[in-house]
């Protein structure tokens, strides 16, 4: 059984292969959805191609399946390459201690940073993903062991999620997904540019030079950061994927955007390239002051930015929601870091 990519296969009851996780396949770009919360039996087999990457790309990854190494899936990605992370240091943390220690397994729900494999050259290519294992189903729980701002995780099904859904059933805030759009600069010791491309209820933001802003779903195999604060120092302990976050339907984004929104992104360009984004959107539920979920903060980019400022805090935002009904004559104080 192969499901071909762009197709959708629906299941009533149990996932149950017999045969080699070969004889069941699920293309890249395909989905395989499931509506009852039970226990599947036998491996299949689920592949994701990577956006184009290089020499010294990272690619976010979660696993779609039970039990796929990390190891056995990017064999070519140096043992200290691979991350997960680390919500007390802010930091990507490295899963291996040496190159002996045996492989770990992804765990459902979050997302591991991978360096490209090694042998990958200097001119972009796709990485063809291959997860095999028995396909994860049903309610995925995440257990922060330490709790904080920003977490690491990840789609666990393999078919896309709606960030909708993902976002209101469980109050996760700004979701942050890694792009290599803007390379590395070891003069300046960061990228050239704003590479996290970030989505929440008031829209999407691309990274620096990317034409792709994030949209209202997460396909089979993406990790990303989730913004876990819902009141001042207050953050999530949990999350919990469920079925009923499972689509095949990107127009549920074009529905979200029936409500009445009005938008301004901004960019910050110098003559080569540009910096980042930021967005001002009028929108339901935002209010002039700090809104959680609805204002989103920079995460991991220290380069030159444009951003936007609230009142009373300190932080920098790349989305900042403001209240309806839109007002011409509003005043939103913006920021300007400029490194160079």
């Given at each position: 059984l192969t499901v071909s990519s762009g197709a959708t296969l629906t299941v009533?009851?149990?996932i149950e292969n017999t045969q080699s996780a070969t004889n069941f396949m699920v293309e890249s770009g395909a989905n395989l959805i499931q509506v009852d919360d039970v226990?599947?039996?036998?491996?299949?087999?689920?592949y994701r191609n990577s956006s184009l990457i290089k020499h010294l790309d990272y690619t976010l990854w979660s696993s779609p399946v039970a039990e796929q190494g990390l190891k056995e899936f990017s064999p070519q990605t140096i043992w200290y390459r691979i991350y997960d992370y680390n919500t007390t240091t802010d930091q990507w943390s490295q899963i291996f201690?040496?190159?002996?220690?045996?492989d770990q397994n992804f765990e459902q729900g979050i997302g591991y940073m991978f360096r490209a494999p090694n042998d990958f050259v200097t001119t972009p290519y796709t990485y063809n993903g291959e997860f095999t294992g028995v396909p994860n189903n049903g309610e995925v729980t995440v257990n922060f062991t330490t709790t904080g701002k920003y977490q690491g995780l990840g789609n666990p099904y393999p078919s896309s999620i709606?960030?909708?859904?993902?976002q209101t059933e469980t109050d996760l805030g700004t979701l942050y997904f890694w792009t290599n759009t803007n390379p590395w600069d070891d003069n300046q010791g960061d990228y050239t540019a704003n590479n996290w491309a970030t989505h929440n209820g008031v829209g999407g933001v691309a990274a620096a030079n990317d034409t792709k802003e994030p949209n209202a779903f997460i396909s089979t195999g993406q990790g990303f950061v989730a913004d876990t604060e819902i009141a001042p120092n207050t953050y999530l302990s949990e999350v919990t994927f469920t079925n009923a976050m499972r689509t095949s339907n990107e127009g549920?984004?074009?529905k979200a955007m029936e409500e009445e929104k009005h938008r301004l992104w901004l960019n910050l360009s110098d003559e080569q390239q540009t910096l980042n984004q930021t967005l001002i959107g009028y929108v339901q539920g935002a209010t002039q002051g700090l809104d959680y979920g609805i204002d989103a903060q920079m995460f991991g980019y220290s380069g030159?930015?444009?951003?936007?400022l609230i009142d009373n805090n300190e932080n920098n935002f790349v989305?900042?929601?403001r209240t309806l009904p839109f007002d011409d004559n509003d005043v939103v104080q913006l920021g300007f870091r400029a490194n160079q």
């Open positions: 009533n009851g149990v226990e599947n039996v036998g491996e299949i087999t689920v201690g040496t190159s002996s220690d045996p709606s960030t909708t859904d993902l549920v984004f074009f030159s930015a444009l951003y936007s989305i900042q929601g």
